[in-house]
C-alpha cells in the first residue's frame, strides 16, 4: 500500500481506491479453478456495483447475481448478457419482476408461493414463460456472524422443505412459470469449507426428495459465501478457489447433465479494495489515543454492524508504536474503526489505509450527518 502513497496524497479524503491488477488475477485464478470442473459463476452484485468492476467480471465471462431491478438494469448496462443474470431476493416488487421479465433474464431465484403467483401473473400479462429457481432453505448453520446466516429455518430467506409439497402444486397452476433450477445459500464470510461440504450433504438429500417426486431440475445453484482473510490482505489476496471448488466436486452429487451454479460476491472483490482517509486529529485519551480519521461508518459500516474488523496500516508515518482508537466523525459511538490498535505514532494528516473493503464498502455507504458519498479510484 505504501507504494501508492504519493497518488493517495493527490487525491481528496475519503475514497476508495481498486487495485484492479489484484481483480483481475483474482478473477483469473477463480476462472481456471471454476473451469477444472465447468462451473458456472455469477458475481454477486451487492457486493460492489461500480461500473468498472461489473466490466472487468464481465470481460472473464462470469454471470451476474442481482438482488434488485437496479442491480439488474447496472449488469445490462455494463455488458452482462440478459441469458447470464439470476434475480433473487425476498421481496422482489411488481416493477422489479416487470424489469426482470423485460430484460428476459436467465433464471428468478425465487423465495415464497406468494411471489410465484406475482411472477406468474406478470409474465402471463407480457405473453411469456419466466424461468425460475426454487430456493430453498437448507437449514444449515454456517459458522458466520448471526447477522450474515442466511440458511438456517429462522431466517426468513428461502422456501422450507415442508411447503415443497405445496410448491410443486402451484407449479401446476402456475402455467407462465418454468422451473429451471434450485438455489441454496448459507451465509457469508465463511471459512471453514465443512459448512460448504454440509451444505453439499443436505442438497443431495433435497435432489434425491426432488427426483423422488420425479423432477430433475438443469441446474443447481449453491450461492455465495466463500470468505477472505481480513486480518492479512497481502498474504491472503486471493482466496483458496481450488480447495472451495473441490468441496462441491467432492461432496455434490449432480445428475448427468445437470449444470453447477455458484453465486460469489466477497471472495472475488473484498481485498482489491481500500478505504483511504486521512487523520483529523489525534486526541489524547484516558487509556488510549484516538486517532480521528475523516472516514466514517458512513463509508464503512461493516465495524459498526457486524463488529468486523478491517486492517489498519498508517501509510505515512514510520515512527514507534502508540496505543489509537480509530474513529471517524460521525455522532455516533459505534462510529469506531478499531479500539487500542498498536499504530506507528500518529498526527494529523497521515494517511490510513483500512484494508479489504472492495466488497460490502462502497455498495454499503450512506449520506447519514448529509455526508458527500466517498469517490472511487482505480489502480489502472
Ligand atoms: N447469494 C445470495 C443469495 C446472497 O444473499 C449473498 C450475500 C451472496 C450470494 C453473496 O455472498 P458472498 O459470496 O459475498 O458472501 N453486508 C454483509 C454481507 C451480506 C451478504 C448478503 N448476501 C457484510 O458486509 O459482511
Request: hydrophobic share 40%; with cysteine; aromatic share 10%.
Amino acid at each position: 500500500m505504501k507504494e501508492h502513497l504519493n497518488t493517495f496524497e493527490q487525491y481528496k479524503t475519503p475514497f476508495f481506491w481498486y487495485d484492479v491488477t489484484l481483480l483481475e488475477n483474482t478473477l483469473k485464478t477463480i476462472k481456471t479453478e471454476s473451469d477444472k470442473y465447468g462451473y458456472h459463476v455469477h458475481y454477486a452484485v451487492k457486493a460492489n456495483a461500480n461500473q468498472p468492476i461489473l466490466r472487468k467480471i464481465e470481460e472473464i465471462g462470469f454471470g451476474a447475481d442481482c438482488v434488485s431491478g437496479n442491480e439488474v438494469l447496472a449488469s445490462v448496462q455494463a455488458g452482462f448478457s440478459h441469458d447470464k443474470i439470476v434475480f433473487a431476493g425476498v421481496g422482489k416488487s411488481d416493477d422489479e419482476i416487470n424489469i426482470g421479465l423485460d430484460t428476459n433474464i436467465f433464471c428468478f431465484n425465487v423465495e415464497s408461493i406468494p411471489e410465484m403467483e406475482v411472477i406468474n401473473e406478470l409474465a402471463a400479462k407480457k405473453g411469456k414463460i419466466a424461468k425460475i429457481a426454487l430456493r430453498i432453505n437448507p437449514n444449515v448453520n454456517a459458522a458466520t456472524h448471526h447477522y450474515i446466516t442466511t440458511g438456517l429455518q429462522e431466517n426468513k430467506f428461502g422456501i422450507n422443505m415442508w411447503e415443497m409439497e405445496d410448491v410443486l402444486s402451484a407449479l401446476e397452476r402456475l402455467k407462465s412459470l418454468q422451473l429451471i433450477g434450485i438455489h441454496f445459500h448459507i451465509g457469508s464470510q465463511i471459512n471453514n469449507l465443512d459448512d460448504f461440504k454440509g451444505l453439499c450433504l443436505r442438497a443431495n438429500e433435497i435432489q434425491e426428495w426432488f427426483y423422488k417426486h420425479q423432477i430433475i431440475v438443469d441446474h443447481v445453484n449453491v450461492g455465495g459465501g466463500l470468505g477472505i482473510d481480513y486480518d492479512n490482505p497481502d498474504a491472503n489476496a486471493i482466496p483458496n478457489f481450488e480447495a472451495y471448488f473441490k468441496v462441491f466436486s467432492d461432496h455434490l452429487k449432480l445428475r448427468p447433465k445437470q449444470e453447477l451454479h455458484f453465486e460469489l460476491g466477497r471472495a472475488v472483490v473484498g481485498q482489491c479494495g481500500s478505504l483511504i482517509t486521512k487523520v483529523l486529529y489525534v486526541k489524547k485519551g484516558v487509556e488510549t489515543n484516538f486517532a480521528i480519521v475523516d472516514a466514517g461508518m458512513t463509508e464503512l459500516i461493516r465495524p459498526a454492524l457486524y463488529q468486523a474488523t478491517h486492517k489498519i496500516e498508517n501509510l505515512t508515518s514510520n515512527k514507534a508504536e502508540n496505543r489509537y482508537d480509530v474513529v471517524g466523525p460521525i455522532c455516533e459511538s459505534s462510529d469506531c474503526f478499531g479500539k487500542a490498535l498498536m499504530l506507528p505514532e500518529t498526527q494529523r494528516n497521515d494517511i490510513i489505509a483500512l484494508r479489504s473493503t472492495g466488497a460490502y464498502g462502497e455498495v454499503m455507504a450512506s449520506q447519514y450527518n448529509l455526508r458527500t458519498l466517498a469517490k472511487a479510484y482505480y489502480s489502472k
